[in-house]
Protein backbone atom coordinates (compact mmCIF):
# COMPACT_ATOMS: atom_id res chain seq x y z
CA UNK A 1 0.00 0.00 0.00
CA UNK A 2 2.87 2.12 0.90
CA UNK A 3 4.15 1.83 -2.49
CA UNK A 4 1.40 2.77 -4.40
CA UNK A 5 1.38 5.74 -2.38
CA UNK A 6 4.41 6.69 -3.14
CA UNK A 7 4.20 5.87 -6.96
CA UNK A 8 0.56 7.94 -6.48
CA UNK A 9 2.59 10.95 -5.23
CA UNK A 10 4.88 11.18 -8.02
CA UNK A 11 2.51 10.79 -10.71
CA UNK A 12 0.99 13.93 -9.16
CA UNK A 13 3.73 15.72 -8.69
CA UNK A 14 4.95 15.29 -12.40
CA UNK A 15 1.75 15.88 -13.69
CA UNK A 16 1.51 19.57 -11.58
CA UNK A 17 5.17 20.18 -12.98
CA UNK A 18 4.33 19.46 -16.41
CA UNK A 19 0.97 21.75 -16.05
CA UNK A 20 3.39 24.41 -14.77
CA UNK A 21 5.81 24.36 -17.59
CA UNK A 22 5.52 27.04 -20.35
CA UNK A 23 4.61 25.85 -23.98
CA UNK A 24 7.06 23.91 -25.92
CA UNK A 25 9.20 25.79 -28.86
CA UNK A 26 7.38 24.90 -31.23
CA UNK A 27 4.31 26.94 -30.09
CA UNK A 28 3.94 30.59 -30.00
CA UNK A 29 4.01 33.29 -26.98
CA UNK A 30 1.54 32.45 -24.26
CA UNK A 31 -0.28 35.80 -24.35
CA UNK A 32 -1.72 35.31 -27.71
CA UNK A 33 -5.24 34.94 -29.04
CA UNK A 34 -6.98 35.07 -32.20
CA UNK A 35 -10.07 36.08 -33.65
CA UNK A 36 -11.55 33.07 -35.57
CA UNK A 37 -14.17 33.17 -38.60
CA UNK A 38 -15.17 30.37 -40.51
CA UNK A 39 -15.86 30.87 -44.30
CA UNK A 40 -18.76 27.69 -45.05
CA UNK A 41 -17.93 28.61 -48.77
CA UNK A 42 -14.24 27.81 -49.24
CA UNK A 43 -14.05 24.19 -50.10
CA UNK A 44 -10.89 24.14 -52.32
CA UNK A 45 -7.11 23.58 -51.73
CA UNK A 46 -4.29 26.08 -52.77
CA UNK A 47 -1.82 24.11 -54.41
CA UNK A 48 1.82 24.67 -52.70
CA UNK A 49 3.55 28.22 -53.83
CA UNK A 50 6.77 27.07 -56.14
CA UNK A 51 9.69 26.30 -54.16
CA UNK A 52 7.51 25.49 -50.71
CA UNK A 53 5.00 23.23 -49.22
CA UNK A 54 1.62 23.89 -48.01
CA UNK A 55 0.32 22.61 -44.57
CA UNK A 56 -3.37 21.91 -43.88
CA UNK A 57 -4.31 22.20 -40.34
CA UNK A 58 -7.86 20.39 -39.76
CA UNK A 59 -9.41 20.15 -36.45
CA UNK A 60 -12.63 18.45 -34.85
CA UNK A 61 -15.29 20.43 -32.70
CA UNK A 62 -13.09 22.42 -30.66
CA UNK A 63 -11.20 26.22 -30.54
CA UNK A 64 -7.48 25.29 -30.85
CA UNK A 65 -4.41 27.71 -31.61
CA UNK A 66 -1.68 26.49 -33.94
CA UNK A 67 2.00 26.92 -33.61
CA UNK A 68 4.38 25.90 -36.12
CA UNK A 69 8.89 26.66 -35.38
CA UNK A 70 8.22 29.18 -32.10
CA UNK A 71 5.36 31.20 -34.08
CA UNK A 72 1.54 30.95 -34.08
CA UNK A 73 -0.07 30.75 -37.72
CA UNK A 74 -3.13 30.47 -37.44
CA UNK A 75 -6.48 28.99 -35.21
CA UNK A 76 -9.51 26.94 -35.85
CA UNK A 77 -12.74 26.83 -34.37
CA UNK A 78 -15.11 23.70 -35.09
CA UNK A 79 -15.15 21.54 -37.54
CA UNK A 80 -12.67 23.99 -39.65
CA UNK A 81 -9.19 23.89 -41.17
CA UNK A 82 -6.70 26.13 -42.71
CA UNK A 83 -3.09 26.01 -44.19
CA UNK A 84 -0.18 27.71 -44.96
CA UNK A 85 3.08 27.82 -47.39
CA UNK A 86 6.17 27.12 -45.30
CA UNK A 87 9.71 26.44 -46.34
CA UNK A 88 11.47 22.76 -47.10
CA UNK A 89 12.99 21.53 -43.85
CA UNK A 90 12.19 20.25 -40.76
CA UNK A 91 9.17 22.06 -38.97
CA UNK A 92 7.88 21.86 -35.23
CA UNK A 93 4.08 22.01 -35.06
CA UNK A 94 2.00 22.88 -31.88
CA UNK A 95 -1.46 22.79 -31.41
CA UNK A 96 -2.85 23.96 -28.15
CA UNK A 97 -6.50 23.88 -26.77
CA UNK A 98 -8.12 26.64 -24.00
CA UNK A 99 -10.69 23.96 -22.84
CA UNK A 100 -10.52 21.91 -19.81
CA UNK A 101 -8.29 19.28 -20.58
CA UNK A 102 -5.39 16.56 -19.13
CA UNK A 103 -3.36 17.15 -22.38
CA UNK A 104 -3.88 20.93 -23.30
CA UNK A 105 -1.14 20.94 -25.66
CA UNK A 106 0.83 18.54 -28.45
CA UNK A 107 3.57 19.02 -30.46
CA UNK A 108 4.88 16.92 -33.71
CA UNK A 109 7.53 17.32 -36.10
CA UNK A 110 7.76 16.72 -39.58
CA UNK A 111 10.71 17.37 -43.00
CA UNK A 112 8.86 19.44 -45.77
CA UNK A 113 9.53 18.65 -49.55
CA UNK A 114 8.86 21.53 -52.11
CA UNK A 115 6.08 20.96 -53.81
CA UNK A 116 4.43 18.45 -50.99
CA UNK A 117 1.03 18.58 -49.37
CA UNK A 118 0.79 18.10 -45.46
CA UNK A 119 -2.09 17.52 -43.33
CA UNK A 120 -2.23 17.25 -39.85
CA UNK A 121 -5.25 17.04 -38.05
CA UNK A 122 -5.50 18.25 -33.58
CA UNK A 123 -9.01 16.36 -32.35
CA UNK A 124 -9.66 15.97 -28.39
CA UNK A 125 -10.97 12.60 -27.35
CA UNK A 126 -12.12 11.05 -24.24
CA UNK A 127 -9.93 8.37 -22.58
CA UNK A 128 -10.55 7.48 -18.98
CA UNK A 129 -12.70 10.13 -18.00
CA UNK A 130 -10.05 12.74 -19.15
CA UNK A 131 -9.75 14.78 -22.74
CA UNK A 132 -6.96 14.32 -24.20
CA UNK A 133 -5.40 16.80 -27.34
CA UNK A 134 -4.01 14.17 -30.18
CA UNK A 135 -2.26 15.95 -32.82
CA UNK A 136 -0.89 13.32 -35.79
CA UNK A 137 -0.51 13.60 -39.74
CA UNK A 138 -3.33 12.67 -41.29
CA UNK A 139 -4.09 10.60 -44.44
CA UNK A 140 -4.17 12.08 -47.53
CA UNK A 141 -7.67 11.13 -48.05
CA UNK A 142 -8.99 11.36 -44.83
CA UNK A 143 -8.28 14.38 -44.70
CA UNK A 144 -9.50 15.76 -48.26
CA UNK A 145 -12.83 13.92 -47.16
CA UNK A 146 -12.98 15.88 -43.86
CA UNK A 147 -12.11 19.26 -45.92
CA UNK A 148 -14.97 18.66 -48.03
CA UNK A 149 -17.27 18.96 -44.98
CA UNK A 150 -15.44 21.55 -42.62
CA UNK A 151 -15.52 25.17 -43.15
CA UNK A 152 -11.83 27.06 -44.10
CA UNK A 153 -11.16 29.24 -40.88
CA UNK A 154 -9.87 32.30 -41.22
CA UNK A 155 -8.14 33.47 -37.99
CA UNK A 156 -6.38 37.16 -37.00
CA UNK A 157 -4.54 37.70 -34.15
CA UNK A 158 -6.41 40.06 -31.62
CA UNK A 159 -4.79 43.06 -30.46
Known amino acids: MKLVLIALFFVTSAFAQAQSVGLPPACGPKNVSFDVKLDKSQHTQAPPEPG ?56 ASFTAEAGKVYYFRARLVSVEGGLYLFLAQADNDEAKYLMDSYSLSVSQPKK
Open 52 to 107: KARVYFLQDSFVARIGMDGAWVGANRGHSYFSVSVEPGEHHVCAKVDVVSEHPVEV
